[in-house]
């Protein structure tokens, strides 16, 4: 079975009313240096470089404006499963623990892949769900018919900009972004060749396994010499 099939049986449980998220759709923040973070005429935009998990090939950039809590996220990821849609979230903590992405020791069954439940004691719970519309809160962190789908060449571009709570805006230089979905025996689409999602059965493991990670330049969960390769 392919995700496309599976998101049809599972999309009425994973649908969320979007009068759950107030959500506002206003132009991307300006891009700032190289310095992690930088103060524009809009607000104060944080740098994230997104690395690959699972050899997945997945990488990017990312930025974080905030003025308030107006949260404008702007990501352009490149090596992706074209074609598909790829899960992506605010991970982290707004109560101080400092969280970071993971590496291959998180793989504690030793399959070769770090899944999303391996993965999450590295880099925390959801926060955001970067959908492309509708609801944004946890809930909505499987809605695959609401995530960015990566083009023919693997690649996503994804700009909006989403009202925050004050504990997340206090608290930004703590997140982090993670990016799903893998296609380990290159076969061009989600299958269930490693399995079932242990967050949802009717998903490939490939569907729900992160694809990469970043944290914001010069957070305290920020390695010094990160090694995303697996």
Known sequence: MTLKRATRRSTALLAV??????????????????????????????QVDLRQ????????????????RQLTVTIDARGLV???PHAQHIHGSTDGHNFRCPDAGADKNRDGIVTTTEGLPAY????ISL???????????????????ADKDGNV???????VSQAIADHIKDLHIVQHGIDVNGNGEYDFGKGRSELDPKLPQEATAPANCGTIKGSSGEPTNMDGHR
Do not use: W
């Open 124 to 127: 925390g719970d959801i926060n």
């Open 131 to 149: 959908t492309t519309k509708g609801d944004t809160s946890k809930a909505s962190g499987l809605a695959v018919d609401r995530m960015p789908v």
């Open 17 to 46: 009313p979007a009068a759950l998220a107030l959500v506002v759709a206003t132009p991307a923040l300006a891009h700032g240096g190289g310095s992690g973070a930088s103060d524009g005429r809009q607000g104060r935009v944080h």
């Open 82 to 84: 074209p074609g598909q």
């Open 53 to 68: 998990l699972n050899d997945s090939g997945a990488s990017g950039t990312a930025s974080l404006g905030l003025q308030g």
């Open 157 to 163: 571009s994804y700009s909006r900009t989403i009202t």
